[in-house]
């Protein structure tokens, strides 16, 4: 705990016995397991989730690929902590604009921000805003189903991307767009996104890294998966493996293995057939970085002008990439900047980091002690960055979430504190909450839905339905 924290928790001190109240504001992955910590090892916590939209789970049901149903197995461990007599659930409040931090603090012992990170990260360059260049997190929203994602224009009618990144959310979007259709038809991906992926005439994606195959960012088992794709080939470009096998020996266990793959498949030689009108085509190209995109007198895409990189520093891990004076252009219609998320600054009282995460210190938000508000903590992306996947975020969430119960046990007797009874005052009189029970069934009619349709589920991906349903 930060001393400016333990001034605060002081402060809250009272002689009653007060139920300690936390609110979370985020009903993702580290809202739920901080949750599920606090519930452990808090015997009479009151924990309220508080949920932008009215559907919770966060990335689990709106960034987890739909052909990966056992990531999101954890939605199961995350209902029964929903379930949990001391947690409530209230969706369709916004932090920012239905409620401010000051209220929350107001009327909370503890508040936990853990509202991750909901913008894509932009290139910077000429033509960004291109027809056709599309930010991956948007493209992943669109098959999801996420409501703000769901009128995006998609245009398939090409037949080369690019995908400009090479990390895991990279490789999700390159399979999704590559994958045989019938293999997406028995996963929650969303109707429209199937019907526009089957008439899809995308033939070749190219997948543009800017430094080599020993930094990329994708995992063995993303990779591994779209190497098996059916009627889908990769091709490397063997120049970009010069000297890689040699340094392999040296490299870490994962990276061992990732690279010995891509070596692997590097000797298996694919080469383009012209005349398999059927077979799709993955290729992979390094040490390069886009600096603007062509674009025609419509301002539709035409291709991707790339700077040839050069890599400096010893040791591969801590390489950095120089620009050369050589450019390559990629001809292609449609492409997809995968280069990372960040948060957004939904209220003025937090103060954020030039790396877009809310300043703290292993979880705790610096306060102002001047006054008899919670305390506040940072879990999840918001606090950590956009890195690392759902086990990351758990270990992060239950440190959060110990430092939370040791500051509230910490306390002999709470000054009594409101809660979401206090806050529901101050809402909006239309402001349609939805609870778990509302969730539960959205939850049944899109299961329904989906066996309709030999799918798990088919999502709604409107607001207004969701609340019709819900409420
Ligand atoms: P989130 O899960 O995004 O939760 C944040 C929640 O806060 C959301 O529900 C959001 O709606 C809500 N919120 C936002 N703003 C507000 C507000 N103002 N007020 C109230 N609520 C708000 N990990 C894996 O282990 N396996 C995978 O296959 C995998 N695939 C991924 C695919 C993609 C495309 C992405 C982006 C990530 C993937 N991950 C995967 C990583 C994993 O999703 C994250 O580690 C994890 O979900 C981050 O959790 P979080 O709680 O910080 O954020």
């Given at each position: 705990m930060s001393l400016k924290h333990l001034k605060v928790v002081k402060r809250m001190f009272s002689t009653g016995e007060n139920t300690p109240r936390v609110c979370i504001v985020g009903a993702g992955t580290a809202g739920f397991y901080a949750a599920m910590h606090l519930t452990k090892n808090l015997a009479n916590v009151n924990v309220d989730l508080l949920e932008k939209?009215?559907?919770?789970?966060g990335l689990v049901r709106y960034?987890?690929?739909?052909?990966?149903p056992e990531v999101k197995n954890v939605i199961n461990q995350f209902t029964k902590v929903a379930q949990h007599p001391n947690v409530k659930y209230y969706g369709n409040v916004t932090l920012?604009?239905?409620?401010?931090l000051t209220q929350l603090r107001q009327h909370y012992h503890a508040v936990l921000l853990a509202?991750?990170?909901d913008e894509d990260r932009t290139l910077?360059?000429?033509?960004?805003?291109?027809?056709?260049?599309?930010a991956a997190r948007n493209f992943v929203g669109w098959y999801n189903g996420l409501p703000s994602d769901k009128d995006l224009k998609v245009?398939?009618?090409?037949?080369t991307a690019a995908i400009l990144g090479q990390g895991n959310v990279a490789l999700d979007v390159a399979r999704i767009l590559l994958s045989p259709i019938d293999e997406l038809r028995?996963?929650?991906?969303?109707e429209y996104a199937l019907q526009t992926l089957a008439e899809s005439k995308l033939k070749e994606l190219y997948l543009i890294g800017r430094r080599g195959p020993l930094q990329v960012a994708f995992t063995i088992k993303e990779l591994r998966e779209q190497l098996k794709l059916k009627n889908c080939l990769t091709i490397w470009r063997e120049?970009?493996?010069?000297?890689v096998e040699e340094i392999i020996p040296n490299l870490g266990r994962p990276r061992k293995r990732l690279t010995e793959l891509m070596i692997k498949s590097l000797k298996e030689n694919h080469k383009i057939n012209e005349?398999?009108?059927?077979q799709k085509y993955f290729m992979p190209i390094f040490f390069r970085s886009p600096n603007r995109f062509l674009i025609d007198e419509q301002k539709q895409l035409t291709g991707v002008q790339l700077n040839c990189n050069k890599l400096m520093g010893d040791k591969p891990e801590n390489q950095t990439c120089v620009p050369t004076e050589e450019v390559e252009v990629i001809n292609c219609g449609l492409a997809f900047r995968s280069i990372g998320y960040k948060s957004i600054?939904?209220?003025?009282?937090l103060i954020f980091t030039p790396h877009g995460t809310?300043?703290?210190?292993k979880g705790c938000v610096s306060v102002?002690?001047?006054?008899?508000l919670a305390n506040l903590y940072v879990a999840g992306w918001l606090g950590t960055?956009?890195?690392?996947?759902i086990l990351h975020t758990m270990g992060n969430a239950f440190h959060v979430a110990k430092l939370i119960c040791e500051d509230l046990k910490s306390s002999n007797g709470l000054v009594n504190k409101g809660g979401f009874e206090e806050i529901k005052k101050a809402?909006?009189?239309?402001n349609e909450i939805v609870n778990w029970n509302g969730w539960e069934k959205i939850n049944k009619h899109e299961v329904q839905q989906g066996e309709l349709k030999g799918k798990p589920r088919e999502k709604l991906c409107s607001v207004k339905e969701m609340l019709e349903i819900a409420l």
């Open positions: 939209l009215p559907v919770p789970f960034g987890v690929a739909p052909d990966h920012g604009k239905d409620v401010s509202y991750g990170a910077g360059i000429e033509n960004e805003d291109a027809k056709n260049v599309i245009d398939l009618s090409h037949s028995k996963t929650d991906i969303t120049k970009d493996f010069k000297g005349g398999d009108l059927s600054q939904v209220d003025n009282d809310v300043a703290n210190d102002d002690n001047s006054t008899d960055g956009p890195v690392g996947v809402l909006p009189s239309n």
